[in-house]
């Protein structure tokens, strides 16, 4: 089988590295012929552990991945395009932006010469597929075509384990030659006995927001009821762990924290209770969940104002709105900076991959070597990512060189107990 990935981002690039681990001849396409040059020298635009080098295999030595801006003649002899383009929130609105997909479903369109399934595999909403079919059969002949969604459930930071041992593997199809041709592209992950739930497109469509919607809800919740353990002494972290053994609640997605970031959370909660809205349907909880995790940050930042001098310093630790990314859209740690920023804070700080893409876009912060030195001189550290590299900082040494020790850990990765003991203050979340 041979497949084309049209949009080279982030879902894009781990979808064709991971199918050609599976064996198939991939290329991925993208307009950005810069991004196309450098993925041909094995150059991947982001961070993402194992990216670089399961990009350098299939380009150098299996020669299974290639890299084109043309369209075209990448689709010369492809059994399945897969659609990976960003449906980012369209400007002052909640919905996607679906204009990205319409265009590459166009230009599909005018390059079908034989029978291909064209895929969904961005976050859609709910009729996005069928519509991909419309703009298609315009120029295709129906016997020629046939569309599918196939929702990805990549985390970031774990996307390639995710990709090659995912839980489950959701293929949305209209027709059994469809459907037997996508079970053929993913027998690789027989061996594994990774489910594959078939639906109709409207079901698969709708199963990836209301994964992504119930794992935020589940973050807003125990984020809830952090700020209740700690009006009233109690500890979330107990709270979560009881909470989690039983096997109907589950024990992943209740670490409270700064508010759940990144790139799909925040805008897939947005336009689930968006579309939801069209067929007049009201999606409370989710609408409830957003505006839960919008207060969120603007709580923590008074948390902060509360225990500490209006003009301090702050060592801020962690960028990326989670650990083993370069990833900051949408991160709470840069909301949180920015928010004390504009309250006459100074920011020094520190994260292991997300500095250059912090600096191109936030010029007031100031960015520090190493987490010693962003510590260096502060009246409170913030841990706002729980990287691993911070996980055991030498804070009875750091404790030597800062103006005051105050330690706001956001991610609950220390026990206060014993950093009280050595003279810190500290302030978990929900404990
Ligand atoms: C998510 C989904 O998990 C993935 O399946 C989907 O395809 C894309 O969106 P990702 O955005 O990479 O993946 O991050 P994820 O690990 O899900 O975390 C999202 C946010 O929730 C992060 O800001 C994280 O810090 C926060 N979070 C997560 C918590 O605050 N507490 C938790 O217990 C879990």
Known sequence: MKLVIVGSGYVGLVTGACFAEFGYKTICVDTDEKRISNLNLGKCPFYEPGMDDLLLKHLNNTKLLSFSSSLKESMIDADIVFITVGTPSRRLEDDADLSYVWKVAEQISLNIKKYCLVVTKSTVPVGTTKHVKKIIEKKVIKENFDVVSNPEFLREGSAINDFIRPDRVVIGTENKKSENMMREL????????????????????????????????????????????????????????????????????????????????????KAFSSTAKKYNINLSIVNAVHQSNQERINNIATKIINNTNSNATLGLLGLSFKPNTDDIRESTSIKLALLLKNNGYTIKCYDPEAMENAKKEFSSFAYCETAIDACNKTDAIIIATEWNEFRALNFETIGKFVNDKKIFDLRNIYNGNELEKIGYKYYGTGK
Request: net charge negative; hydrophobic share 40%.
């Open 186 to 269: 993913y027998r690789p992950l027989y061996l594994r006995e990774t489910p594959l739930v078939s639906t109709s497109i409207e079901t698969s469509e709708i199963i990836k927001y209301a994964s992504n919607s119930f794992l935020a809800t589940k973050v807003a919740f125990i984020n809830e009821i952090a700020d209740l353990c700690e009006a009233v002494g109690a500890n979330v972290q107990d709270v979560s762990k009881a909470m989690g053994i039983d096997q109907r609640i589950g024990s992943k997605f209740l670490n409270a924290g700064p508010g759940y970031g990144g790139s799909c959370f925040p805008k897939d909660v």
